[in-house]
């Protein structure tokens, strides 16, 4: 079996994410309530377990000394986004405001994906030992295997 690589694995699902909330909002209008609806929740339940996936990764590095404060932002991110998504499933699909949300939510994303691909992850692999890396990769083998 070959070796997961952690953040090419991470990246490829936060731009298949913010690929999927951005074709979402775009289609706001031409696709069936339902549709919107049920693309927007895998969406959601998508982004929870990316950010679940992520908090392992930064949990298992235990050498963060200089990271506290990208750390920090990524938490930030996190947590700003996790909370657009709650407001978002507390309004109705076809109410005013929902689909400026989802654009919203959509655009928080990427900027995170961003902030992942160009710092957080490159500083965290400098940081990583080959063995904390082999323990995520085999975490999220386990859970690519189960789901």
């Given at each position: ?7 090419e ?6 731009a298949h ?9 775009s289609?706001y209008?031409?696709?069936t309530?339902?549709?919107?609806f049920?693309?927007?929740k895998?969406?959601l339940?998508?982004l ?6 992520e908090?392992?990764l930064?949990n298992?590095?235990h050498n963060?000394e200089?990271m ?6 990524a ?9 657009a998504?709650?407001?978002?499933c507390?309004?109705h699909?076809?109410e005013p405001?929902?689909?400026q949300?989802?654009?919203?939510l959509?655009?928080?994303f990427?900027?995170?994906r961003?902030?992942?691909?160009n710092?957080l992850?490159?500083m965290?692999?400098e940081?990583?030992?080959p ?5 995520v990769?085999?975490?999220l083998?386990?859970?690519v295997?189960d789901?």
């Amino acid at each position: 079996m070959t070796k997961m690589d952690v953040f090419e694995f991470l990246l490829t699902n936060e731009a298949h994410l913010a690929h999927r909330l951005s074709n979402t909002a775009s289609h706001y209008s031409d696709w069936t309530v339902d549709r919107v609806f049920e693309e927007t929740k895998r969406v959601l339940d998508g982004l929870r377990c990316n950010f679940k996936k992520e908090a392992a990764l930064i949990n298992t590095i235990h050498n963060i000394e200089g990271m506290e404060e990208v750390i920090e932002e990524a938490a930030r991110h996190r947590r700003d986004i996790n909370s657009a998504a709650d407001n978002l499933c507390m309004i109705h699909i076809d109410e005013p405001g929902f689909e400026q949300g989802l654009e919203s939510l959509a655009s928080r994303f990427e900027r995170h994906r961003e902030f992942c691909e160009n710092t957080l992850f490159p500083m965290l692999q400098e940081h990583a030992s080959p063995e904390e890396l082999q323990r995520v990769a085999d975490q999220l083998d386990a859970v690519v295997l189960d789901g």
